[in-house]
């Protein structure tokens, strides 16, 4: 399935944007209610002379179209929103996000906007924090909200690691199997998420996925996501296997990422991936980010089944420094953008105009077979730009002495897709690493001359490449599936 004319209009929207962040208007019409940490829900009228205490009332009382003013002070509890609203702290006292606090403190969500009833509702300058799971959770299907100018902070209190793949996974004490993001739009499409501060939650940042519906064409623009402990800091992520099939369904697709900072977080600094066949993350856009000292890659691909869709995505003029490895697809080493196509392959990806910087790996692609990478520039802290499955001339190489397939298994292992490919490219990354290395057939055998602090490794790595096929320095071309 091909999208090529999905990259137009989401790239010419993404370069729009990151020039400055828009200034959303306050909306017009309906009321205006007011609510005071000095008000009352018995005798408060909702008026600016007579506030209700608590915003569940006001939220209680309000009529689609209605907007709610929230007094600086700190309030209590879960809001449950199901009506097109607007929560706000007050627009006439500078900063007043610092000082306007939802504190969520054994309640499952701050702000849980539910349903298509809540189309249309807007959440502005609130700090939220301390909810067993979201911060903010959207549910949908539902569009056009406006999540802008919030804290979303230490949340995810519930949050409980899976033994089998702690600490990168896990679910919600209140919501076993769930995910934990602290700002999550579940089935929410032609929105935007502004210029928050999503910062310090146990689990990951901001999270969009299609399990009521379609999370299509919403703009993730200017927001500042750090220090989440242990997800990614943003994730497009597939969930629903109607995706691939009916876009009015499911799918994460035609979104912008842009102008964020993601920095600091417990996994990748952005991630688009879909588990499962019939999942579908595409026509997406990540442009002009900043992906910066995350525990995993920087921008991560990832499909982990046959029938799994990630394409046409394009990551452009991105700033991706300092992250780490990328365990899923074995790649152990820190990877700026990491493409692994586990289970089925990422196409019609776009690679482009990106500055990497402090990282092993510039760009790693696995199965990836048509991806289009070029433009991109590399510091010489980065040890190796490029390293691919998809063959490569030998003229974009650099010179590099040590073993011709040793080099070849390391950085482009031409026509070789069997299920041994990771182990041998770390295999090889292991001897080109060798200091003295005599041959392989010595190291497998009788490593004679070698009685390096890495003798065992090393002849575990030469042991898995003799298998495969691989019996001498000089051998080049297609490597066997051993």
Known sequence: ????????????????????????????????????????DQSGTGSKAAPFASIGKAVAVAQSGDTIIVEPGTYAGMVTVTKSITLESDPSIPDAVSSTILDAAGSANGILLQGGGASGSTIRGLTVEHAQQA?????????????????????????????????????????????CEALHLMGVSDSRIVDNV???NLDGGIYLTDETGPAA?????????????????????????????????AGVYDNVVA????????????????????????????????????????????????????????????????NGADPDPGVSKPVGISIAGMGSPIT?????????????????????????????TFSNAVALPYTSAIPIPPATSPDRSGPTVVWQLTHHPVGYWGPNLIPLQQAADLLLQTPGLPSLWDLTHH??????????AAQRAAVLLWEAGIHSFSQVGPVPQG
């Not at 990151?18 to 000095?38: D, F, K, M, R």
């Not at 959207?138 to 909200?145: I, R, S």
């Not at 990106?354 to 692609?365: A, F, S, T």
Request: aromatic share 6%; net charge negative; proline share 5%.
């Open 1 to 40: 399935m091909k999208h090529w004319n999905r990259w137009a209009a989401p790239v010419a929207m993404a370069l729009a944007l990151t020039g400055s962040a828009p200034a959303w208007a306050q909306g017009t019409g309906g009321q205006v209610i007011y609510v005071s940490a000095g008000g009352s």
């Open 135 to 179: 911060g903010i959770l959207a549910v949908g299907p539902m569009t056009g909200l406006e999540i802008s100018g919030n804290v979303v902070a230490n949340n995810d209190q519930g949050f409980v690691a899976n033994d089998a793949k702690a600490p990168f996974d896990g679910h919600c004490s209140a919501m076993p199997g769930g995910d």
């Open 198 to 200: 999503v910062r310090d």
């Open 217 to 249: 064409r919403n703009v993730v623009l200017g927001n500042d996501v750090e220090d989440n402990q242990v997800d990614c800091g943003i994730t497009l992520a597939s969930h629903n296997p109607k995706g691939s099939a009916d876009p009015s369904a």
């Open 259 to 322: 102008g964020n900072r993601s920095q600091g977080n417990g996994a990748a600094g952005v991630v688009l991936a879909t588990p499962l066949p019939g999942g579908a993350v595409y026509g997406n856009t990540v442009t002009g980010n900043t992906f910066a000292n995350n525990s995993q890659g920087g921008v991560v691909f990832h499909t982990h089944s046959p029938g799994a869709m990630v394409a046409d995505n394009a990551v452009i003029g991105n700033t991706i420094t300092g």
């Open 348 to 376: 019609g990806l776009l690679v482009s105009g990106n500055r990497l910087d402090q990282e092993y790996y510039g760009i790693w692609v696995e199965n990836a077979p048509d991806a289009q990478i070029h433009g991109n």
């Open 447 to 456: 490593p004679v001359g070698y009685f390096g602090a890495s003798l065992i």
